[in-house]
Nanobody, 123 residues
């Protein structure tokens, strides 16, 4: 079982930025497509982004396209989600997870994820 841990959440004003990190102790994240999803109270889980393994293809949900950027740092064994121009509707718990994406496309399914990190966008 792949163990993941998210960090970097917090309280930010509308229009602000945060960078979330996804790390694993004991598993090389570069071996897995990694996705981010979020869960807000009373709402369905929303897949946000995914980064593949070999070619680094990236995918984004329409709701975050142009504002969020997913990336890997192989040396640090970390996947990041840079979030800019945050909006109140981005408030949710954010999770990173092993997922399914490649050069052929993105399937919003998740096998293993961490405890999540809370992001609150409010003035």
């Amino acid at each position: 079982q792949v163990q993941l841990a998210e960090s970097g959440g917090g309280l930010v004003q509308p229009g602000g930025s945060l960078t979330l990190s996804c790390a694993s102790n004991g598993y090389t994240l570069d071996y897995y497509p990694i996705g981010w999803f979020r869960q807000a109270p009373g709402k369905e889980r929303e897949g946000l982004s995914c980064i593949s393994t070999s070619d680094g293809s990236t995918y984004y949900a329409d709701s975050v396209k142009g504002r969020f950027t997913i990336s890997r740092n192989k040396a640090e064994n970390t996947v990041f989600l840079q979030m800019n121009n945050l909006k109140p509707e981005d408030t949710a718990v954010y999770y990173c997870a092993t997922s399914y994406c490649s050069v052929t496309g993105w399937k919003k399914q998740y096998d293993y994820w961490g405890q999540g990190t809370q992001v609150t966008v409010s003035s």
